[in-house]
T-cell receptor
């Protein structure tokens, strides 16, 4: 069965510093992986997705993630944090092979704080 | 292009009552999925409807049910509410085919007292 584990429920960085949010997956089939962001009292917004094409995926707002099969990881990074990046971030994997996003399995989430 | 609309945004119900939440997907989308978000359990998949048929179902009791209409709008119903049902309920719509993005609504915050 597919699952994702996010290491660190809270991450705090200074403005301008590197952002690194960790996600490891477990999948019995080639996974489709996603990162979503959630601002307070809002729904989820897709940041980026891995669908077995390029292993380095670029998303919105300067975020990117690298799929590493050998490490079963899909960590999210951003070179320079901005105050507006403060939010909760979720890693997700499709429950079914084929990439349909109708049934996603989410990690527990990582709250990112950005200090001025 | 209008986004995913969930109504109502906030709801307070008493234990034992039932509740119906509504989700209007993006025009042209045929898949609607529902998720429950709580601080303890995180985001959990409830069910997915595609062209009026339930395509996938999560591990929730039968008190949680849903349906989808011919215009793709979806409702979910929770009967005999329990305190633990207090959560943010999120709806997501997509075309329902592989490699198509799911768009989330802002959610309905349900509080059971």
């Amino acid at each position: 069965a597919q699952s994702v584990t996010q290491l660190g429920s809270h991450v705090s960085v200074s403005e301008g510093a590197l952002v690194l949010l960790r996600c490891n997956y477990s999948s019995s089939v080639p996974p489709y992986l996603f990162w979503y962001v959630q601002y307070p009292n809002q729904g989820l917004q897709l940041l980026l997705k891995y669908t077995s094409a390029a292993t380095l995926v670029k998303g919105i707002n300067g975020f990117e993630a690298e799929f590493k099969k050998s490490e079963t990881s899909f960590h999210l990074t951003k070179p320079s944090a901005h105050m507006s990046d403060a939010a909760e971030y979720f890693c997700a994997v499709t429950a079914n092979y084929g990439g349909s996003q109708g049934n996603l399995i989410f990690g527990k989430g990582t709250k990112l704080s950005v200090k001025p | 292009k209008a986004g995913v609309t969930q109504t109502p945004r906030y709801l307070i119900k008493t234990r034992g009552q039932q509740v119906t939440l509504s989700c209007s997907p993006i025009s042209g989308h045929r898949s609607v999925s529902w998720y429950q978000q709580t601080p303890g359990q995180g985001l959990q998949f409830l069910f997915e409807y595609f062209s009026e048929t339930q395509r996938n179902k999560g591990n929730f009791p039968g008190r949680f049910s849903g349906r989808q209409f011919s215009n793709s709008r979806s409702e979910m119903n929770v009967s005999t509410l329990e305190l633990g049902d207090s959560a943010l309920y999120l709806c997501a719509s997509s075309a329902g085919t592989p490699n198509t993005e799911a768009f989330f609504g802002q959610g309905t915050r349900l509080t059971v007292v």
